[in-house]
C-alpha cells in the first residue's frame, strides 16, 4: 500500500480530551452545588456525621444526609504521584499528584494536591469543576498561593481554571458601560488581545481604553449572522475566551404599555444573538487549552417581569441557551460560565432606584469566575437573594417578585 507524500496530508487534528465523566446521582449533586462555588458536603440528619464522598446513606447509622456548607480547612496526611494512566486526558498531563487529606469536617479524603504541599501541612480545601464539568476536591496552601496567571503557578491547578494573561477575548459589546469596564479590567489582568465589539452606529472616541495597544476594535452586530462570522475571521490571534455583554433593555409590559418590535429585538440580542455568537465561536475555543464562553445575564432570567416583560422574557430565553450550550461543550472541556447580575449602574436602569451593580464591580466578578472556574456566579445584592430565595422555592419567588 503506498501513502501520498509526506507534504500532502492533512494534519491530525488534536483531539481536547476531558476527564472521565462517569458519576453517580450523587456526585452530580455535588457538582450542581460546586458549580455555584460553594464548598459543601452531606451531613447525616440522624448523628450529624459529615459523608466523603457524597452517597446516597450516612456510612455511620444508614441516616438520611442532607448538603450543607462546611469548613474547607485540612491537614495534608500523605502523597503520591501518578505516573501511568490508561485515561486519555490523564495520560496527557503526567505526572499528577494526589494525596490523602484530613478534612476538619471529619472525614478523609482523596484530593488532587497543590504542588507546594507536604505531608502534615495545612491545606484549604476547593470543590473545584474539571474540564468535564465535574466536582473534584483540590487542596490548596493555606498561607496562599501564587497568581494563576503566574507561569510558574501550579500546573495542575491551571488545569481548573482559565488564565487571563496573554489569552485573546472577545468582549461581544463594548459599547455599553459593563462591556467598557469589561475591556478595561482585562488589559489590566494581562490579557494578551482584546476584540471590542463595537455596533456601526457606537462611537469610540470617548473612552480611551478602546485606545490601548492591546486592544482591537471590531464592528460587530449579533443580529446578523454574516457579521458575527466575519469578526471572528479577522481577529489577530487565535480565540481562547468569549465574553457576552450584549443586551437590549427597554420596559413595558404584555398587554399594557407593550411595545412588540422592542420586545422582538431584545430577543434578537439577547437570545438569538448568544446562538449566532456561541454557533460561530465554539469550534474554535474547542480547539484551544483552556477554552471559555461567558455570558452576563440580567437575575431577571429567573422570572417574568411585568415592568420589563420583553427583557425578562429574553434573558429567560437567554439563560435556557446558554445551559444547553454548556452540556454541549463539556464534552470538549470549553468552560461555559455564567454571571448574573441585579440592576447595573448605567443608562438602562437609571429609572430604577439603588442599589445597583457598578460596571467596574460586574468586570471583576468575571475575571474571579474565570481565577476559580465557578460555572454560576451571582453579583450584587439584588441578584444574590433573588437566586438564594429561587433556589428555594421557585413558585414563590415568581409570585413575589411581581407582587
Not at 119 to 136: C, E, H, I, Q, S
Not at 195 to 213: C, N, Q, R
Not at 272 to 285: D, E, K, Q
Request: with cysteine.
Amino acid at each position: 500500500m503506498t501513502h501520498p507524500p509526506h507534504e500532502n496530508r492533512e494534519p491530525a487534528v488534536q483531539v481536547q480530551h476531558v476527564p472521565p465523566g462517569t458519576r453517580s446521582r450523587a456526585m452530580h449533586a455535588l457538582s450542581a452545588r460546586t458549580a455555584q462555588g460553594r464548598f459543601m458536603l452531606q451531613s447525616c440528619m440522624a448523628c450529624a456525621a459529615v459523608a466523603w464522598p457524597p452517597r446516597d446513606a450516612c456510612p455511620q447509622c444508614w441516616g438520611e444526609l442532607a448538603w450543607a456548607d462546611q469548613s474547607a480547612g485540612a491537614r495534608i496526611v500523605s502523597q503520591t504521584a501518578i505516573h501511568v494512566s490508561t485515561d486519555p486526558y490523564f495520560r496527557a498531563h503526567l505526572p499528577w499528584r494526589m494525596g490523602t487529606v484530613q478534612l476538619d469536617a471529619g472525614p478523609v479524603a482523596m484530593a488532587h494536591l497543590h504542588g507546594a504541599l507536604k505531608p502534615g501541612m495545612r491545606a484549604v480545601m476547593r470543590l473545584m469543576l474539571d474540564r468535564g464539568g465535574n466536582a473534584a476536591l483540590f487542596a490548596l496552601p493555606a498561607g496562599g498561593m501564587s497568581d494563576m496567571n503566574d507561569p510558574q503557578s501550579d500546573r495542575q491547578w491551571r488545569e481548573f481554571v482559565v488564565p487571563v494573561a496573554g489569552r485573546t477575548v472577545l468582549v461581544s459589546d463594548a459599547a455599553h458601560a459593563m462591556g467598557r469596564a469589561m475591556v478595561r479590567a482585562l488589559t489590566q489582568a494581562g490579557a494578551g488581545l482584546v476584540v471590542a465589539g463595537l455596533s456601526a452606529s457606537a462611537t469610540d472616541a470617548d473612552d480611551a481604553i478602546l485606545g490601548h495597544d492591546a486592544v482591537q476594535i471590531v464592528r460587530l452586530d449579533l443580529t446578523d449572522t454574516a457579521s458575527v462570522a466575519a469578526v471572528l475571521g479577522m481577529i489577530e490571534r487565535p480565540l481562547d475566551i468569549v465574553i457576552n455583554t450584549a443586551r437590549y433593555v427597554r420596559d413595558g409590559g404584555v398587554s399594557r404599555n407593550a411595545t412588540l418590535a422592542e420586545q422582538q429585538f431584545a430577543l434578537e440580542v439577547s437570545a438569538m444573538g448568544l446562538s449566532r455568537l456561541a454557533g460561530a465561536a465554539a469550534p474554535i475555543l474547542a480547539g484551544r487549552p483552556q477554552g471559555a464562553f461567558v455570558d452576563l445575564i440580567s437575575v431577571q432570567a429567573l422570572a417574568g417581569d411585568a415592568g420589563f416583560a420583553g427583557f425578562a422574557a429574553a434573558e429567560s430565553a437567554r439563560l435556557s441557551l446558554v445551559q444547553s450550550l454548556r452540556h454541549e461543550m463539556r464534552a470538549t472541556g470549553v468552560r461555559v460560565l455564567t454571571v448574573f447580575t441585579g440592576p447595573t449602574d448605567d443608562a438602562d436602569h437609571q429609572s430604577l432606584p439603588p442599589p445597583k451593580v457598578a460596571p467596574a464591580r460586574l468586570a471583576a466578578a468575571v475575571l474571579d469566575a474565570l481565577a476559580q472556574g465557578r460555572e454560576q456566579t451571582c453579583v450584587g445584592d439584588v441578584a444574590k437573594d433573588a437566586m438564594a430565595r429561587w433556589l428555594v422555592d421557585p413558585a414563590l419567588f415568581i409570585r413575589e417578585i411581581n407582587l
